[in-house]
T-cell receptor, first 115, second 114 residues
Framework: DSGVTQTPKHLITATGQRVTLRCSPR?????VYWYQQSLDQGLQFLIQ???????AKGNILERFSAQQFPDLHSELNLSSLELGDSALYFC??????????????FGPGTRLTVT | SQQGEEDPQALSIQEGENATMNCSYK?????LQWYRQNSGRGLVHLIL?????REKHSGRLRVTLDTSKKSSSLLITASRAADTASYFC??????????????FGTGTRLKVLA
């Protein structure tokens, strides 16, 4: 158990809908990262927050947004969903703000299926 | 090829044998990390090697880094069935904009046969 929790575990929704994925980092970790993993795109870094502020942006679509709250939990919002958004979404956390320097702890993921 | 490509894509070995997988990247990095992922589960960090290090060990794992060739290798010695997983390298290439991205490779699927 990494100490990172994600809810929900599974999510099935229709195209055009909006969903929110939630992540609680390990106790004491200030950074939260979001990743998307699909068969065709592999593991893609979406975005990182550090202590409430956006730190780095990866391949995150404009239809997607995220935030980190004062209690350090984070939410990833996916809107206008398309079939291609079906994937595993992982959240990870680390103690520091620069991902290359710190071990990241991954949550179990949310499997999103868009029908 | 993209930053962080693992080679081979898939590897099947007998228990007790050594497994070697390689990662190549394109641009200068600060650090390189290796992660393991069991099927459909979250990634688990294995080892971090800094750009000024050439070799690092952790238990049955040995990682090397050759910055001149922009490549790294992960060696698992005396493999066990429990090592069956996908292995990813992750890099933090320095971007000209002064920002960074964190990039995972394509992964090597390792299968250890009992």
């Amino acid at each position: 158990d990494s100490g990172v929790t994600q809810t929900p575990k599974h999510l099935i929704t229709a195209t055009g809908q909006r969903v929110t994925l939630r992540c609680s980092p390990r106790s004491g970790d200030l950074s939260v990262y979001w990743y998307q993993q699909s068969l065709d795109q592999g593991l893609q870094f979406l975005i990182q927050y550090y202590n409430g502020e956006e730190r780095a942006k990866g391949n995150i679509l404009e239809r997607f947004s995220a935030q980190q709250f004062p209690d350090l939990h984070s939410e990833l919002n996916l809107s206008s969903l398309e079939l291609g958004d079906s994937a595993l979404y992982f959240c990870a956390s680390s103690s520091g703000g620069y991902p290359g320097n710190y071990e990241q702890y991954f949550g179990p993921g949310t499997r999103l299926t868009v029908t | 090829s993209q930053q962080g490509e693992e080679d081979p894509q898939a590897l099947s070995i007998q228990e007790g044998e050594n497994a070697t997988m390689n990662c190549s990247y394109k641009t200068s990095i600060n650090n390189l990390q290796w992660y393991r992922q069991n099927s459909g589960r979250g990634l688990v960090h294995l080892i971090l090697i800094r750009s000024n290090e050439r070799e690092k060990h952790s238990g049955r794992l040995r990682v090397t880094l050759d910055t001149s060739k922009k490549s790294s290798s992960l060696l698992i010695t005396a493999s066990r069935a429990a090592d069956t997983a996908s292995y990813f390298c992750a890099t933090d290439p320095l971007l000209t904009s002064g920002t960074y991205k964190y990039i995972f490779g394509t992964g090597t699927r390792l299968k250890v046969l009992a």
